[in-house]
């Protein structure tokens, strides 16, 4: 995932010292310990654009070259001399190459196989730091220049366009995008004639530069580009945990780091509804502030870095808990054994009870406020509806590029919601209005948002404004339809666990044991509820990664008792 903060703080020279280091003797030789040296002629292909599982290679002699394919053939990235090495951040998860790498000079490589490079990362600090850093530059320049095996041809109105762009984003995927109705832009017509398609079938999704979707779903555009691939689903895993928000990513990652076969099922992308936030600037240890993207993202990479397996774009679609190990049932079928499972999956925004509402979904109505938001309502009037945090933070944020922001809530004040500095701000900006005790009561427009019909509460006055753009960030829903009674709910339909699971609670689910169940396990044994999703979570990025992390200790304590058991049962026999 990109890293932008990093990338911005380093000069053009100190990049290229980090994007494509050098390494010293002694880094060569704890490498050569983890793989095999092996000659390599010019010409010789190591790396195929599209192959999957990359090895990892460290040049000792000779040159590798590193060459991207483009319309018109291939152009070279980088030339690796003597000491430098080849991948980027997504040699981490075994994803496909988006890069040929091909020996320019005859010489020797060291080679390292995925495994190998996983337990070179995890057990030599000094390398970790050298490699990671480089990996993850790499792929920031990936991302700026738009170098990826994918391009996206759409138009800036089309609401599946957006959802496609949103979705390759927000999970730090390289492409290229063509605006169709650019005219200015080079090469559409031959490009729309040489995929066979036209502008009524946008979204299109290239992959590859072979394989063509027309309005595809996200699952259907990750399965073309290769992004589950090689993940064992049959495997019997310490945890599944599903949900990869900030809360399932701080357990993915503290458990993989403890050793722990971790798998991560994830709907949408990296992040959550936290992963849509413009800028956090009370998350503990970043004193500028940090973007929900660029959080989700380190968060994400330090999990695959530990080991995690994440399958992106496949939701949770059941819970089979009458039997052990536990099966999560994932969209398409596919059943994941685990033994114990954490249940991260969050909450969703409230949809507004409004007529037009769905029709304008994506195309005037959106329910994140990230920079491609911001790009299409640059200095036009916006709504932002919801008195949270992250309302605040969206107001905020678009206040810097929108003409002016109204910030709509049904209640009388933003004390009892909102933390004081995000209110403070839009006290003090000239370019948000906050209305209260007012909500929204019609959407209006044809082909899109056009007009917006507000009432006042209090004296039931209504007015019309010239709106193209709202931002939805009302209360939450938790996502726990997908558990299908498995698990005591409270009455708003979270997930109770600790000391909040009363006696009925545990009789009704039958809970088999003689303890009462750990710190924010569910009703069922070895079943733990984190993040938004829990009753009475507090609604805070910070708390979620605390509760992702404190489970995993749980989890620990879960399986010594299934291992005891285990061992008596052994014993018996």
Known sequence: MSDTNLNSQLTQFERLEHIFPTLNAGHIARISARGKKREAQAGEVLVEPGDNNLPFF???????????????????????????????????????????????????????DHSGLQELIETDSELSEILMRAFILRRVEFIAHGWGDAVLLGTNNSTGTLRIKEFLTRNGYPHSYVDLEDESGSGVREMLKHFQVTGSDVPIVVCRGKNVLRNPTNQQVADCLGWNEGIDLTKVRDIVVVGAGPSGLAAAVYAASEGLDVLVIETY?????????????????????????????????????????VVIARGAARLECGRSPYLVEIEGGATLPARTVIIATGAEYRKLPLENLQRFEGNGVYYGATFLEAQLCGDE?????????????AAVFLSQTAKHVHVVIRSGRLEDTMSRYLIRRIEESKTITLHTDTEIVALEGADRLDHVQCRNNKTGDLKTRDIRHVFLMTGANPNTGWLAGCLALDEKGFVKTG????????????????????????SLPGVFAVGDVRSGNVKRVASAV????IAIS??????????????ASAAGS
């Not at 709504?383 to 605040?392: F, L, P, Q, Y």
């Open 499 to 522: 000391v909040d699971l009363i006696p009925v609670d545990l009789t009704n689910a039958q809970w088999p044991l003689t303890r009462r169940p750990h710190l924010l396990e569910a």
């Open 546 to 549: 605390g509760e992702g992390s």
């Open 381 to 393: 009037e916006v709504i932002i509806v919801g008195g949270g945090n992250a309302a605040g933070q």
């Open 269 to 309: 992308a990296p992040g959550g509804q936290a992963g849509s936030s413009s800028k956090i600037e009370n998350y503990l240890g970043f004193p500028t502030g940090i973007s929900g993207q660029e959080l989700a993202g380190r968060a994400y990479t330090q999990a695959q870095k530990f080991g995690a397996r």
């Open 58 to 112: 460290l040049v000792i002699s000779g040159a590798l070259e590193i060459m991207r394919p483009t319309c018109n053939g291939e152009e070279t990235v980088v030339v690796h001399q003597a000491g430098q090495f080849s991948g980027e951040v997504g040699i981490l998860s075994g994803r496909r190459s988006l890069v040929r790498a091909r020996m320019r000079d005859a010489g020797e490589v060291i080679e390292v």
């Open 554 to 567: 749980m989890v620990h304590k879960v399986l010594q008792e299934w291992r005891d058991e285990l061992a």
